[in-house]
């Protein structure tokens, strides 16, 4: 008779290996970390770990999911938040998803390279589209809001979420972009704040709101990753 696994002790046995996987690449990188690395740290053989995932790919991955869930997670208090204006609140969430990265700044710098390779372009396109879902959910809420409020003018609240949701995406491309420019002092500072402006007005006039409303990335987020 087959064994049954339960779902709870199956959830908790796999978080364990994508909590170590991410400890591991904040202290060493996702191309430094081996498979072996992770089995060493949670003393599994490499049966345990193939019976979760099946490559070292598909525990990045999972690493990523985990972080997109915690982020979008530590700005649902503002989003469910009855006492702010839409306006406001989605002010909050770009600063907060920004906070959140910058408070783990280690984290996301050693995922930039591997973000960025051809190889892992299947990955990447993936969550793309898992993060897409996710955050219309998220940003929808808040557009009906405003428009209910009279902030916003839009004719469909989940439409225009998912406009905005592909702006921030560029807007995260761009910034990933100027990053390893600024890096390599081919851009000014400068350069990068009328960048970041430019896509908070693009925000502004998809919702009717008057231009300079919208702040993306907020002075001491830019100064942390770009001054």
């Not at 049954?4 to 959830?11: C, E, F, I, S, Y």
Request: aromatic share 8%; proline share 3%.
């Amino acid at each position: 008779m087959a064994r049954t696994l339960d779902p709870a002790v199956h959830t908790v046995r796999r978080e364990a290996f994508v909590e170590v996987a991410q400890r591991l690449m904040q202290a060493k990188g996702y191309e430094q970390m081996s498979i072996q690395d992770v089995l060493d740290e949670l003393g599994a053989s490499r049966g345990a770990f193939y019976h979760y995932f099946d490559s070292k790919q598909a525990l990045l991955e999972a690493v990523i999911d985990r972080m997109v869930d915690a982020g979008l997670g530590a700005v649902e208090p503002v989003v469910v938040d009855p006492g702010l204006p839409a306006t406001e609140k989605l002010q909050k969430v770009f600063s907060g998803i920004g906070r959140w990265k910058t408070d783990r700044k280690a984290l996301v710098m050693s995922l930039l390279e591997v973000w960025l390779s051809d190889h892992n372009a299947i990955v990447r396109e993936k969550l793309r589209r898992t993060t897409v879902e996710r955050m219309v959910s998220l940003l929808s809420r808040i557009v009906e809001q405003g428009v209910d409020e009279g902030a916003f003018i839009v004719s469909s609240p989940n439409e225009t979420a998912r406009v905005l949701v592909m702006l921030l995406q560029g807007f995260q491309d761009g910034a990933t972009e100027l990053f390893v420019a600024r890096q390599k002092r081919l851009i000014s500072y400068e350069d990068v704040v009328l960048r970041m402006a430019t896509f908070g007005e693009a925000f502004d006039r998809i919702l009717g709101v008057p231009v300079g409303k919208t702040i993306v990335a907020d002075e001491a987020i830019l100064r942390e990753w770009f001054g």
